[in-house]
């Protein structure tokens, strides 16, 4: 989840706000229960072994492909979809986004590839889970094991159920089932109000696009307009459609909103590597675990108001490095924001109590924790903070993996502004700090090393890179030495020994090791500046190499800059290695 390559998704729609303002709200949680129709549950998965609660259909068979190979760690489809719900957060895998509810999620899975067959029937016009057609002059009815599946789980208790199944494209011979399902949904609307259906768009919106045009009557169980009826597309972690989902063609189909769904993390093989796939089976699931943390803060509300406030919440555009993305058309009223969602959902249940409404970021200051530290050779002082809190005080706790010595108490009190302040010695070469509020467990960590002074004499390698109209491009520098000084108090000089003289001053971090500054020795003629004084170089230094390198990155827009336009923009890349130490004052 820390990794930005499998936590995009979870940036994409507020999850780790969501979470931060249910704990820094103190809200009470109530008990929900979601359903899963869909393929088994594989038991070879370690997601739920916590304190969400799953029962139903269980298979020990792993997932395999058509040579009889495990793949994706043996996790098939049903197991994935309920991973993106309430994968355990607590463990090394994957974290599902309605996982913060813990014992007070329960899922149960229903296995719809049982084998068994849509049964003929006689037709009985107060049984929604039959479907019936007629051809050639023949009425024809069936008992839709489906529609029966789902019947128990509204029957069991299901708030919410999560349906990532359809058929193999939308097409007008679906009508007759189409309109089993919308019956179906009317019917459990009238008798259970209170749960929500979430069905993933399909996944056949390419080559044509039209493949994947849902006109409200040809596809199930989603693309219906109602009230209890949530249809999810996927969209590309930037905003843009997934070239494969279908989308919403006609005024009578629905596609509600959007959520990301392509590359998606939906768990990690035995070795701990992330299994990803894409699809709208697992957009809809995050639509289905926002659903499950509304209903256990507001169990009060019914599924049209769910619905709601989910379009009312859901953002119109992804804002992205190039600007934002509006959410193209058919593809619903937005992106899914789960923060947005819970934040009107506590502040539903506050106005019951005649309490002024939060903001987002009075929720989110009150589960933060400013955290410092300051180093010498293997003494630091940490220092940690709170922004915001519901009381007078909050008392900050730290935790140390590692072995290392702690000057003062491991629990402190302190007001909001005041510091808690630790002098720790540490033994090992590392040791992993976490700093933990004790009123709504928000938490800061940080990885301490023992440090090793940057500074000596490096030698430098490297290359810029300059898209030039005349064809010209990349072209390798001149190898040079630089000498790194650091001058305290988080400054640093780095003089290299090029034609140019060039001198970098600017800020160092020592915990991070990274040094970010310019050549300020501007000349008069502005034609003989060099690429080093018109943008900032940003060199990191690793710690863990012997002896001391770090990598060197400048990036300048020259179109930005200029009017001739001669450059579009340069790109300067350097390694560094240290060779030498500085002699002693």
Known sequence: YTDPN????????????????????????????????DSSLYTGSN?????????????????????????NGGLNHGTMVTNVM????????????????ENKLSINVKNLYDGKKNEGIDYDENDITQASYTENGMNYTYTMKALVYLKEQVESGATVINCSYGPAFPRDQHQWISKAYE???????????????????????????????????????????????VTVGALNNDGTRAEFSNYAASENAEV???????????????????IKASGTSFSAPQVSAAIAIIQSISPGMDAAQIKDLLVQTSAGSVNTENGATPIPEGMGSGILRVD???????????????????????????????????????????????????????SLKIEVTGKCSIEDDAVQSVQVGEEAVWNLTIEDDSVFVRIVRTDTEGCAFMTLKLYESVSGIYEVKGFWD?????????????????RVEETGDGGMTITFFNAAGTVLTGNYDE?????????????????????????????TFDFDSNPMTAKGKLYWNWEEQTENHLFDWTKVDFDMRKVEELPPN
């Open 6 to 37: 499998n936590s995009s998704h979870y940036k994409a729609i507020g999850m780790e706000n969501a979470w931060r303002i249910i704990k820094g709200s103190g809200v009470k949680l109530n008990k929900v229960n979601a359903g899963v129709l």
């Open 47 to 71: 997601e739920y072994k916590g304190k969400v609660n799953v029962s139903g259909d269980k298979t020990d068979v792993p997932e395999k492909d058509v040579k009889n190979q495990i793949v």
């Open 86 to 101: 309430g994968a355990d957060h607590e463990n090394d895998g994957m974290v599902g986004i309605a996982s913060i509810l």
């Open 183 to 229: 019956k179906f949904f009317k019917e459990v609307y009238k008798t259970h109000p209170g749960v929500i259906f979430v069905a993933a768009a399909g996944n056949e919106g390419r080559d044509p696009l039209s493949k994947g045009a849902l006109n409200g009557s040809n596809y199930y169980p989603a693309g219906m307009k109602l009230l209890n009826v």
């Open 256 to 274: 509600t909103l959007s959520a990301p769904g392509v590359e998606m993390l939906l768990g990690v093989d035995e070795n701990g590597q992330p």
């Open 340 to 394: 947005e969602a819970v934040l009107q959902a506590i502040n539903s249940e506050r106005s019951k109590e005649d309490k002024n409404p939060y903001t987002m970021q009075e929720l989110l200051d009150r589960n933060t924790v400013n955290l410092y530290a300051e180093t010498g050779f293997r003494e630091y002082t940490v220092r940690a903070s709170v922004p915001d809190a519901e009381g007078a005080s909050v």
């Open 466 to 482: 300059g898209s030039v109209l005349n064809g010209e491009g990349p072209e390798a520098l001149t190898d040079w030495r630089a």
């Open 511 to 539: 915990i991070a090791g990274v040094f970010v500054g310019t050549d300020n020795n501007r000349p008069a003629d502005p034609w003989q500046s060099t690429w080093w004084m018109q943008s900032k170089t940003t060199i």
